[in-house]
């Protein structure tokens, strides 16, 4: 591929920033026009990206990428890191991805976060992390990408956090930033083999060349540890737990961070370094038993969840799983069309979620609403797309994504993941199910759902906006070959093909999944004619082992947590009280005692001075007189 | 006929004795100093006899500095007295010792 030099690349990124600095330092000067500037700054930059990704489009396949070179960043002898931006296919898509709907996010959040006391500010964090989030997807090395990893990083610690007079967010956000930082961490070393192998972090050398210059075992620990990161980032088993608690932030952060964008970077990574993962081999089996293990688990816990948050935040784990899945199975293309209608749908169902939210007064608990599909019927529509498009009811998009999954499972042989992600599916079906029939059917089950509200424009016109991009989002893949996986393909290369069952019968099976899945919620949630809490109660206590994530956060604090505290007191009182400040102080004590002793000589009278300097000189004399 | 170093180094050495005493014995501060002057310049005399006969400059040349360090002390040592006399009026060596334990 020849690289192709295109001068507006910078600008992409550099839109956000501008904003986020004007709204940190003028934020509250600006009042009300502080979103209205975020959002217009990420809105020009989807247009700016818009318009470079068509000059890219028009290329022929095979001569797709832009580069921007914007300075040496690091120059240390031979060893040279270039602040080097790059656009191709699979960046192209994450960038259109990222602006698109951060625009619609950054809308729906003028609505959302109106009347807050530090308005400017969230919308200052909002725009920081689209712009670390363009950095990280438009990275031409893996520094620039660890630089928007990190950054993003921050921005979810600031924005899970963001109302830290709640001592239980502050907790959130630190548990999120330390449990990737787990990840980021292994990462980081992943990055120093690269150099130390390459020495260059530059994609083009490190995938041009990794096939001579690595041998398997190096591939295989390279790539295990990029994935490590990937797992902290895209909360994977065993990384998952920050997640759910993340819900504690603002609505729109969770639409765009912890379901569109942020989390799915783990899945960028690994689509990006597939020419690693696929040298390894062992690199993608970790991966697709990790992707289908989360799948499984994540929507087990969906279920039983009541806070309508965290239903979304585990399907989101889930739908993460799927995405690995994909890639575990080197249909990378695949995973990154999952990866766009996710991030359709997802936003939607929080921003959705949001709304519900926001028309009850801040009440998220599932078993508190009911019937709120008479007073906010522009909500309820909107879930419901995204709902039935996740669950994966034809034509919607969530469909196809999940049908390309399970098909190159079924037709690679791989029948245990085929048959885990069919239950998966079901699962998804089932508490999509479960929560919208719960929300907008049925009785009003509290006062707060009687008095709802529908939310103000600015907040269902994103929605209306975004439910019709989930409408018509499969026509992004929807011939036979692939719209988008076959843009895709000059990087991803084609996803694998096989023989086994036929597109149709698969198509069929899936559809009919989905189909009893959300008839059996309907029974049970909808129709009235179940006892759901007491169903509930009979089948103790795997509901609230299942509402609690199978108490994996309780294991983590038992096997990690605690110990680690024990190790931390022993330390502090009796390494450090005892052992190193025992030593400092009997130094200092024993140089007191002798000074005690030693000033006793002190008289205060000049002449004994004078008469000891005397004597001292004489005895001075008189050793040199006797030794000569 | 030049006079025997012997003579010169018999002065230095009794001067110097003289000073040494006065510095031991004396309890006003400005006695001490003056004896101090006193050793200053046995030892300044000493050295300039050495200086002649050896025919070198050396030893003269460090009687100068010598007498350059003992103005400059002079004026320091002064001033201390002075400043100790208008605190206490008086000059008793003996009664200024709080630098102790």
Same mark, same amino acid.
């Given at each position: 591929?020849?690289?192709?030099?295109?001068?507006?690349?910078?600008?992409?990124?550099?839109?956000?920033?501008?904003?986020?600095?004007?709204?940190?330092?003028?934020?509250?000067?600006?009042?009300?026009?502080?979103?209205?500037?975020?959002?217009?700054?990420?809105?020009?930059?989807?247009?700016?990206?818009?318009?470079?990704?068509?000059?890219?489009?028009?290329?022929?396949?095979?001569?797709?990428?832009?580069?921007?070179?914007?300075?040496?960043?690091?120059?240390?002898?031979?060893?040279?890191?270039?602040?080097?931006?790059?656009?191709?296919?699979?960046?192209?898509?994450?960038?259109?991805?990222? &602006?698109?709907?951060?625009?619609?996010?950054?809308?729906?959040?003028?609505?959302?976060?109106?009347?807050?006391?530090?308005?400017?500010? =969230?919308?200052?964090?909002?725009?920081?992390?689209?712009?670390?989030?363009?950095?990280?997807?438009?990275?031409?090395?893996?520094?620039?990408?660890?630089?928007?990893?990190?950054?993003?990083? #921050?921005?979810?610690?600031?924005?899970?956090?963001?109302?830290?007079?709640?001592?239980?967010?502050?907790?959130?956000?630190?548990?999120?930033?330390?449990?990737?930082?787990?990840?980021?961490?292994?990462?980081?070393?992943?990055?120093?083999?690269?150099?130390?192998?390459?020495?260059?972090?530059?994609?083009?050398?490190?995938?041009?060349?990794?096939?001579?210059?690595?041998?398997?075992?190096?591939?295989?620990?390279?790539?295990?540890?990029? =994935?490590?990161?990937?797992?902290?980032?895209?909360?994977?088993?065993?990384?998952?737990?920050?997640?759910?608690?993340?819900?504690?932030?603002?609505?729109?952060?969770?639409?765009?961070?912890?379901?569109?964008?942020?989390?799915?970077?783990?899945?960028?990574?690994?689509?990006?370094?597939?020419?690693?993962?696929?040298?390894?081999?062992?690199?993608?089996?970790?991966?697709?038993?990790?992707?289908?293990?989360?799948?499984?688990?994540?929507?087990?816990?969906?279920?039983?969840?009541?806070?309508?948050?965290?239903?979304?935040?585990?399907?989101?784990?889930?739908?993460?799983?799927?995405?690995?899945?994909?890639?575990?199975?080197?249909?990378?293309?695949?995973?990154?069309?999952?990866?766009?209608?996710?991030? =359709?749908?997802?936003?939607?169902?929080?921003?959705?979620?949001?709304?519900?939210?926001?028309?009850?007064?801040?009440?998220?608990?599932?078993?508190?609403?009911?019937?709120?599909?008479?007073?906010?019927?522009?909500?309820?529509?909107?879930?419901?797309?995204?709902? #039935?498009?996740?669950?994966?009811?034809?034509?919607?998009?969530?469909?196809?994504?999940?049908?390309?999954?399970?098909?190159?499972?079924?037709?690679?042989?791989?029948?245990?993941?085929?048959?885990?992600?069919?239950?998966?599916?079901?699962?998804?079906?089932?508490?999509?199910?479960?929560?919208?029939?719960? &929300?907008?059917?049925?009785?009003?089950?509290?006062?707060?759902?009687?008095?709802?509200?529908?939310?103000?424009?600015?907040?269902?016109?994103?929605?209306?906006?975004?439910?019709?991009?989930?409408?018509?989002?499969?026509?992004?893949?929807?011939?036979?070959?692939?719209?988008?996986?076959?843009? #895709?393909?000059?990087?991803?290369?084609?996803?694998?093909?096989?023989?086994?069952?036929?597109?149709?019968?698969?198509?069929?099976?899936?559809?009919?999944?989905?189909?009893?899945?959300?008839?059996? &919620?309907?029974?049970?949630?909808?129709?009235?004619?179940?006892?759901?809490?007491?169903?509930?109660?009979?089948?103790?206590?795997?509901?609230?082992?299942?509402?609690?994530?199978?108490?994996?956060?309780?294991?983590?604090?038992?096997?990690?947590?605690?110990?680690?505290?024990?190790?931390?007191?022993?330390?502090?009182?009796?390494?450090?009280?005892?052992?190193?400040?025992?030593?400092?102080?009997?130094?200092?004590?024993?140089?007191?005692?002798?000074?005690?002793?030693?000033?006793?000589?002190?008289?205060?009278?000049?002449?004994?001075?004078?008469?000891?300097?005397?004597?001292?000189?004489?005895?001075?004399?008189?050793?040199?007189?006797?030794?000569? | 006929?030049?006079?025997?170093?012997?003579?010169?180094?018999?002065?230095?050495?009794?001067?110097?004795?003289?000073?040494?005493?006065?510095?031991?014995?004396?309890?006003?501060?400005?006695?001490?100093?003056?004896?101090?002057?006193?050793?200053?310049?046995?030892?300044?005399?000493?050295?300039?006899?050495?200086?002649?006969?050896?025919?070198?400059?050396?030893?003269?040349?460090?009687?100068?500095?010598?007498?350059?360090?003992?103005?400059?002390?002079?004026?320091?040592?002064?001033?201390?007295?002075?400043?100790?006399?208008?605190?206490?009026?008086?000059?008793?060596?003996?009664?200024?010792?709080?630098?102790?334990?």
């Amino acid at each position: 591929m020849v690289s192709q030099p295109n001068a507006a690349l910078w600008v992409i990124p550099a839109l956000p920033l501008a904003t986020a600095v004007v709204n940190l330092f003028w934020g509250r000067r600006l009042g009300r026009w502080a979103g209205w500037v975020a959002s217009a700054s990420v809105i020009v930059s989807f247009a700016v990206s818009l318009a470079v990704v068509s000059q890219l489009v028009a290329k022929p396949a095979d001569d797709r990428l832009f580069l921007q070179h914007l300075f040496d960043w690091i120059s240390v002898g031979r060893f040279v890191v270039g602040m080097d931006l790059r656009v191709d296919s699979v960046s192209a898509t994450m960038i259109l991805v990222i &602006t698109g709907i951060g625009a619609l996010i950054h809308v729906y959040a003028i609505g959302y976060m109106a009347g807050d006391p530090r308005y400017g500010r =969230f919308f200052s964090y909002m725009n920081l992390f689209v712009f670390f989030m363009l950095m990280l997807v438009l990275g031409a090395n893996y520094l620039v990408l660890y630089l928007g990893w990190e950054g993003v990083g #921050l921005c979810s610690y600031l924005l899970i956090g963001f109302w830290s007079e709640v001592p239980a967010n502050a907790e959130a956000a630190k548990k999120a930033f330390i449990t990737t930082r787990i990840g980021d961490t292994l990462m980081l070393i992943g990055l120093a083999l690269i150099v130390s192998r390459f020495g260059t972090l530059d994609f083009e050398v490190v995938f041009g060349t990794a096939g001579t210059v690595l041998t398997k075992d190096a591939a295989t620990a390279i790539a295990l540890l990029l =994935f490590a990161g990937a797992i902290g980032k895209s909360a994977q088993v065993p990384l998952h737990v920050w997640l759910p608690d993340a819900m504690a932030g603002p609505t729109p952060v969770s639409a765009l961070i912890h379901a569109a964008t942020m989390v799915t970077a783990g899945v960028y990574l690994v689509v990006r370094s597939h020419v690693l993962f696929e040298l390894s081999g062992v690199a993608l089996t970790v991966v697709l038993v990790v992707g289908v293990v989360t799948a499984v688990y994540a929507a087990t816990c969906a279920i039983a969840q009541q806070d309508i948050k965290r239903v979304l935040a585990y399907s989101t784990i889930s739908q993460l799983g799927f995405m690995f899945m994909a890639a575990g199975m080197r249909a990378y293309g695949v995973a990154m069309f999952f990866l766009v209608a996710h991030a =359709f749908y997802k936003a939607l169902l929080f921003l959705g979620a949001g709304s519900v939210i926001h028309g009850m007064h801040d009440e998220q608990d599932l078993r508190q609403m009911g019937g709120l599909r008479r007073l906010m019927p522009i909500t309820f529509v909107a879930f419901a797309v995204g709902a #039935l498009a996740q669950a994966g009811i034809p034509p919607l998009v969530g469909f196809f994504a999940k049908d390309a999954v399970l098909e190159v499972a079924q037709h690679t042989g791989r029948e245990v993941v085929y048959v885990l992600g069919g239950f998966a599916a079901f699962l998804s079906a089932f508490y999509l199910g479960r929560m919208v029939y719960l &929300t907008f059917f049925g009785e009003p089950r509290s006062d707060r759902a009687r008095q709802a509200h529908e939310a103000p424009p600015v907040m269902w016109a994103p929605l209306v906006i975004l439910a019709f991009g989930v409408a018509t989002a499969e026509w992004l893949n929807l011939t036979p070959e692939g719209r988008l996986t076959g843009f #895709l393909e000059s990087i991803t290369g084609v996803s694998p093909a096989g023989h086994g069952l036929a597109v149709v019968e698969l198509a069929v099976v899936a559809t009919t999944i989905s189909i009893v899945a959300l008839a059996l &919620t309907w029974w049970i949630y909808g129709s009235g004619r179940v006892d759901w809490r007491g169903f509930r109660e009979r089948l103790e206590p795997w509901p609230r082992a299942a509402l609690n994530g199978w108490y994996v956060d309780r294991a983590y604090d038992t096997v990690v947590i605690q110990p680690a505290k024990a190790g931390a007191w022993i330390t502090a009182y009796v390494v450090d009280a005892r052992i190193i400040d025992g030593a400092v102080n009997a130094i200092g004590g024993g140089v007191k005692l002798l000074a005690d002793g030693g000033r006793l000589l002190q008289t205060g009278f000049v002449r004994s001075y004078a008469l000891a300097v005397f004597l001292g000189a004489v005895a001075i004399l008189v050793y040199v007189g006797v030794r000569s | 006929m030049r006079t025997p170093i012997a003579f010169y180094l018999m002065l230095s050495g009794i001067l110097f004795m003289l000073g040494t005493v006065g510095v031991l014995t004396r309890k006003n501060a400005l006695l001490i100093f003056m004896s101090v002057e006193l050793q200053l310049n046995a030892v300044n005399l000493a050295l300039v006899a050495f200086s002649r006969l050896h025919d070198d400059l050396t030893g003269q040349v460090l009687a100068f500095f010598s007498m350059v360090v003992a103005a400059a002390e002079v004026v320091v040592g002064l001033a201390i007295i002075v400043a100790i006399y208008r605190r206490r009026r008086s000059v008793d060596v003996d009664d200024v010792r709080e630098l102790r334990w």
